[in-house]
């Protein structure tokens, strides 16, 4: 079976994106894990696919797996991606996008980066969820042998915050999967830990839920960004430097975020899958 898709990155955040607008059929779980395999397959942090919304607004409903076959509620780079293949590809100049998170509505700037409104950030502590009650703000969990003081964050999926003077000396490999599989997280979490460079710029590095250690996270990054402000660590309009690059972060007085950054193109092809 041939499968034609498109290879595209946000600061290095990468994803195979697969066209079904018009139909096609679902990936099973070896074909996702195939197309995300970065030695056999196209290799991906997220495969992402693109189909018809019943939501009369929208003019597609995206739906992003991880190279371990789960299902993510949102990712915000993939957002930025989207976007732009939307509007360069399949020739929509009104942006809604329907996602297991609700409807999000990015728009091309003069520039050529992607801004999305990311909806407003969730703190209750059952919303997000964990297992607390609500909000879970310099919190003391303990994982592994080691304590964390955290605080929990949704951006339509579940985040884990953690505030360190040097995150560059921060064992990610080893933390992060103990911290984005604990029992706190019912749904899973991801996982970012967070330098206050000073009020308007932080510096983060994320442990993706179902990928791993990924180099940019746009839903982390603006996690990042309430969290710092809740925490009164900086202020409501930062710059969020990540390992592919930097996203601005407005966490504007109505409650909504909003994300700004670049969408990469890197190559299309056809796939071919024997089952």
Sequence with gaps: MDIPFVKMHGLGNDFVILDHLDGGETPGEPLLRLLADRRFGIGCDQVVRLVASSTPECCARME??????????????????????????????????????????????????????????????????????????????????????????????????????????????????????HPAFPRRTNVEFVQVVNPQRLRMRVWERGAGITPACGTGACASAVAAVVNGLCQRQVVVQLDGGELEIHWREDNRVIMIGPASWVFAGTFWWQQ
């Design 64 to 181: 992003i797996y991880n190279p371990d076959a789960s299902q993510a509620e949102m990712c915000g780079n993939a957002a930025r991606c989207v976007a732009l293949y939307l509007q360069e590809k399949r020739g929509f100049t009104s942006l809604a996008v329907e996602t297991l998170a609700g409807i999000i509505r990015p728009h091309i700037l003069p520039d050529g980066r992607v801004a999305v409104d990311m909806g407003e950030p969730r703190l209750e502590g059952r919303e997000i969820p964990t297992v607390w009650s609500g909000p879970v703000v310099g919190h003391t969990l303990q994982a592994g042998e080691e304590e964390f003081s955290i605080t929990a964050v949704s951006m339509g999926n579940p985040h884990c915050v953690i505030f360190h003077p040097q995150v560059e000396q921060v064992a990610l490999a080893a933390c992060g999967p103990l911290l984005s599989e």
